[in-house]
T-cell receptor, first 116, second 114 residues
Framework: GAVVSQHPSRVICKSGTSVKIECRSL??????MFWYRQFPKQSLMLMAT?????????EQGVEKDKFLINHASLTLSTLTVTSAHPEDSSFYIC????????????FGPGTRLTVL | AQSVTQLDSQVPVFEEAPVELRCNYS??????LFWYVQYPNQGLQLLLK??????LVKGINGFEAEFNKSQTSFHLRKPSVHISDTAEYFC????????????FGTGTLLAVQP
């Protein structure tokens, strides 16, 4: 089946630094990828839609200057959390759609970000 | 606004007992429905999906779900659970279209006890 990877799986950083998270589709091309954020014991909240070759589409309330998304190729999207603060600590998950009419999404294993 | 409701935040059940996890969604002309399972500190794994056709959908690990358009529900069932089924279960809906976004419910923790 389709595989989506994320790197790193876990990252701890100091407040004020920037952190980059990679999302890769390993055996298929993805012109679109999605970035989600999940707080402990809560559901996944869609942050933005990453579009290959064009700007990302952000959901309402998500700061685009805070969460920079770059979809540089058909298999790679990156999320950079800029000037991270403790409130940015969360579980970040990406997904890529595939299949007939792109109705099925394949999820990465997630990245646990802890900002001290 | 489009939404997905999972009324039960936690469902405790004994091993080998049947279980049903409830999911309701806001109505729409066309809808695609999914159930995902998440184990601690992991991503999501697809259990099953309804895109069209038969309203009874069978998935992995012995789970099944039934699409009920009149009740706008997509409840997940398993006739006999195992300890290993303990996890968080998310119902999700896609209303199709070019953006193909998934809207998730708040999740239900299935806690299987021996």
């Amino acid at each position: 089946g389709a595989v989506v990877s994320q790197h790193p799986s876990r990252v701890i950083c100091k407040s004020g630094t920037s952190v980059k998270i990679e999302c890769r589709s390993l055996d298929f091309q993805a012109t679109t990828m999605f970035w989600y954020r999940q707080f402990p014991k809560q559901s996944l909240m869609l942050m933005a839609t990453s579009n290959e070759g064009s700007k990302a589409t952000y959901e309402q309330g998500v700061e685009k200057d805070k969460f920079l998304i770059n979809h540089a190729s058909l298999t790679l999207s990156t999320l950079t959390v800029t000037s991270a603060h403790p409130e940015d600590s969360s579980f970040y998950i990406c997904s890529a759609p595939r299949g007939l009419a792109y109705n099925e999404q394949f999820f990465g294993p997630g990245t646990r970000l802890t900002v001290l | 606004a489009q939404s997905v409701t999972q009324l039960d935040s936690q469902v405790p059940v004994f091993e080998e007992a049947p279980v049903e996890l409830r999911c309701n969604y806001s109505s729409s002309v066309s809808v695609y429905l999914f159930w995902y399972v998440q184990y601690p500190n992991q991503g999501l794994q697809l259990l099953l999906k309804y895109l069209s056709g038969s309203t009874l959908v069978k998935g992995i690990n012995g789970f099944e779900a039934e699409f009920n358009k009149s009740q706008t529900s997509f409840h997940l069932r398993k006739p006999s659970v195992h300890i290993s089924d303990t996890a968080e279960y998310f119902c999700a809906v896609s209303y199709g279209g070019a953006t193909n976004k998934l809207i998730f419910g708040t999740g239900t923790l299935l806690a299987v006890q021996p």
